[in-house]
């Protein structure tokens, strides 16, 4: 029996094809939406798209449509096609990020529990550490602290310590200006003048602060460094207990063999002033640059406090005396840790801080 006409043949493969397209549009979604897992998902995409899926079979059918129908249902088919892929890369994201959410969500482990590695925790500077540890040997001796301003008016940090404005001696101390006329402080002996304007005597008194000064940096000069400055006020005060406080400092910081020296020096706020050096622990005495071939490295300023200072502060110099120093922490710390260069002490590198 010969077989319908080619043509009619044809139409019936388009309808079929037409037949199963629409079938397929209407249920590819529902089926997408129905898998849950990423598997599950591709199962059904390959269904649909692999060697062996529906519309893989659609398309096998092109061949026996007649050629002048073919380019026509075969867009058709292809429309159908980029729907199906363009809907599987959007319930593949669907499902990737519900899994994400899933994890995030899900506790994995308790919060609470304490960590297995313990958390590196910082420790004090070493300026600090030296500053803490001055500050606490005066303490014992009954110097009580006394807190200042870095940024100070001309009166405290020089004037009423005998430096006149514009008197060369301020160039001893070169320092940073405000425009409003402050500067900040090139030394703690600003808190000599504010106690003494504040309080009546007797008293003793450390102030550990930062200071600055146009000072150019090597080893042993920074241009903002931490000094403590300590005073004691009373009536009949000498320069023997001024040596005598110094002594005990030196030999219970450094150690009871620890050689301590005074040179007379000039200050305007004294009368004698020294200068009081330790001897070079590089060098043990013996010469080196650190110490500048001397031996000795200077730690501190002092002297017995001078009649016009307690005058400018409103205090009797008939009836009081007293004395004052003022040291250098960062050279405290050089000696007390053999640290060969000040500029580490700021330079703040980890590895070098870590040591303390
Ligand atoms: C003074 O600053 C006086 N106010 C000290 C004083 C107080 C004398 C009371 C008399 C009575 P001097 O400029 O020398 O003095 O500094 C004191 C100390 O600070 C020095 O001995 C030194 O240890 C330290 N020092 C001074 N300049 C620097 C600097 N640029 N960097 C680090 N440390 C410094």
Redesign the pocket.
């Given at each position: 029996m010969a077989g319908p006409p080619q043509s009619s043949n044809s139409e019936n493969i388009e309808s079929n094809i037409d037949a199963g397209l629409a079938t397929l549009r209407a249920q590819f979604p529902a089926r997408f939406n129905a898998a849950e897992s990423e598997p599950s998902l591709r199962e059904e995409n390959a269904k649909l798209l692999g060697k062996k899926g529906e519309l893989t079979a659609i398309l096998k059918q092109l061949g026996a449509v007649a050629p002048e129908a073919r380019k026509a249902i075969g867009e058709r088919v292809n429309a159908l096609k980029t729907e199906v892929e363009a809907a599987f890369q959007k319930r593949l994201a669907t499902i990737e990020a519900a899994k994400r959410d899933a994890e995030l969500n899900a506790r994995p482990f308790d919060l609470t529990l304490p960590g297995r590695l313990a958390a590196p925790i910082g420790h004090a500077h070493p300026i600090s550490i030296v500053r803490d540890e001055i500050v606490d040997i005066f303490a014992r001796l009954g110097f009580q602290v006394h807190d200042g301003p870095e940024i100070e008016l001309e009166d405290y940090n020089f004037t009423k310590?005998g430096f006149p404005p514009d008197h060369p001696a301020t160039d001893?101390?070169d320092s940073f200006w405000t425009t409003s006329g402050h500067l900040l402080r090139?030394?703690?002996?600003n808190i000599?003048v504010r106690a003494m304007l504040s309080q009546k005597p007797p008293f003793a008194f450390i102030a550990p602060g930062a200071?600055y000064?146009r000072?150019d940096?090597d080893a042993?000069?920074?241009?903002m460094?931490?000094?403590i400055?300590?005073?004691m006020v009373n009536e009949r005060v000498t320069f023997a207990e001024l040596r005598g406080v110094l002594t005990e400092f030196a030999e219970r910081l450094y150690g009871r063999d620890t050689t301590i020296r005074f040179r007379p020096?000039y200050?305007p706020?004294?009368e004698p002033?020294?200068?009081?050096d330790v001897r070079c622990v590089f060098c043990k005495g013996g010469g080196c640059s650190i110490c500048k071939q001397t031996g000795w490295i200077?730690?501190?300023?002092?002297?017995m406090?001078h009649p016009a200072v307690f005058e400018h502060c409103g205090i009797d110099p008939e009836k009081y005396t007293g004395?004052?120093?003022?040291?250098?922490?960062?050279?405290?710390a050089m000696l007390r840790y053999d640290i060969p260069d000040?500029r580490m002490l700021v330079e703040n590198d980890p590895r070098f801080l870590v040591q303390f």
């Open positions: 310590l001893m101390q090139t030394h703690t002996s000599q200071v000064r000072d940096e042993t000069h920074l241009p460094f931490h000094q400055e300590g005073f020096s200050f706020f004294v002033g020294a200068e009081v200077e730690i501190l300023g002092a002297g406090i004395f004052a120093f003022g040291m250098g922490v960062e050279r405290i000040l």
